[in-house]
């Protein structure tokens, strides 16, 4: 997660420098793919993980989303 985010908007994947300064954005943060045309004071760069992207930890989530479940409500329980 990233800390101090005070709000995410949807966007198209194409970024100027015109939206974020219409949305008052102070940083577009991107991974090393970026191919958006913004000032590079503008720009938090993330290295890329090989193999890996947001479909294939979504779809493994999803593939052991009870065991997710399970896991943190027996950590909340373990709580009370």
């Known amino acids: ?3 101090n985010v ?9 970024v100027t420098d015109n939206f974020l300064r219409k949305n008052k954005i102070d940083f577009l943060v991107h991974g090393n793919d970026n191919l958006n045309d913004i ?3 503008k ?3 993330f290295k890329r ?5 947001s ?5 493994r989530a999803f593939k052991n ?10 950590k909340w329980a373990l709580k009370k």
């Not at 993980?49 to 992207?53: C, F, G, M, Q, V």
């Not at 479909?55 to 779809?59: D, E, P, S």
Request: net charge positive; no cysteine.
């Open 1 to 3: 997660s990233i800390k």
């Open 6 to 14: 005070k709000e995410v908007i949807p966007v198209d994947y194409y």
């Open 39 to 41: 000032n590079k004071k």
């Open 43 to 45: 720009l938090i760069i």
């Open 49 to 53: 993980t090989k193999n890996i992207s």
């Open 55 to 59: 479909n294939l930890i979504r779809k």
């Open 65 to 74: 989303i009870d065991k997710i479940y399970k896991k943190i409500n027996k």
